[in-house]
């Protein structure tokens, strides 16, 4: 594959989409390296890959033993740009296998419920929930904002960049009592931030947030490599 002809405008699309939804600046880098690194394993014209082509790439890293976070992140970023830029409905199928991948990585219950209890803050409890509930990256979780969470039907709903579709995610009873908690906190505190995750009239950078999950697993003994 002549990486010139075929990338180049492809990284350019991916950037401009991207940039355009608002993602940061770093997950525009993760995203355009998980697609290259897609393409130089596919070895075809990029449009002519298929789900199997994925399913295959992700067995083989699994191979070489990439973090689950890895994983997620290379099916995100094949998702958004096969499923969400060109519009090829089937990869909508990749979501499935990231939920497989989750369900087989990922805490149990009682452990992130450990990792929850040992943060003193409401928040950083919300965000270490949220993050093992939803199987979103870490970009996506920290710009998820008060209109995004629905209390009355327990749901998390993630729009999609054109607006057509939606993601539907189900709270757990204890992430809606961590949510109610923290919004009361937020309403004492004058908190006028859209953003669940806020910092200074904007919401906490990646590293911010998984310096929190981090400091969590620390504190809980739990030994979970996020990258």
């Known amino acids: ?15 401009y989409e991207m940039d355009h939804k608002g993602f940061s600046r770093r997950a525009q880098e993760k995203y355009i390296y998980h697609v290259k690194k897609f393409f130089e394993y596919v070895q075809k014209e990029p449009r002519r890959a298929t789900i199997t082509d994925v399913r295959k790439y992700v067995r083989n890293l699994k191979k070489e033993r990439k973090s689950e976070v890895c994983i997620n992140e290379t099916i995100s970023a094949i998702t958004f740009l096969y499923r969400d830029i060109w519009k090829r409905s089937s990869f909508s199928e990749l979501e499935k296998m990231k ?25 950083d409890k919300l965000l270490i929930e949220l993050f093992f509930a939803s199987g979103l990256p870490i970009e996506e ?8 969470i629905h209390l009355d039907d327990k749901l998390l709903v993630i729009q999609s960049q054109q607006g057509s579709r939606r993601r539907y995610i189900m709270l757990s009873d204890d992430i809606i009592e961590h949510y109610i908690h923290y919004l009361t906190e937020r309403y004492y ?33 739990i030994d979970f490599s996020f990258f």
Not at 100 to 121: C, F, G, T
Not at 141 to 148: E, K, L, M, N, V
Not at 203 to 221: C, D, N
């Open 1 to 15: 594959m002549q990486e010139t002809r075929y990338t180049a405008p492809i990284e350019a699309k991916l950037g």
């Open 99 to 123: 939920q497989q991948s989750l369900d087989e990585q990922y805490l149990s219950r009682e452990q992130i419920k450990r990792m929850s209890k040992v943060m003193p803050q409401t928040k």
């Open 141 to 148: 979780i920290i710009t998820i904002t008060t209109r995004d």
């Open 189 to 221: 505190l004058g908190v006028q931030n859209v953003y669940i995750f806020y910092d200074e009239g904007h919401h906490l950078s990646e590293k911010q947030a998984l310096h929190i999950l981090k400091k969590s697993a620390a504190k809980s003994g």
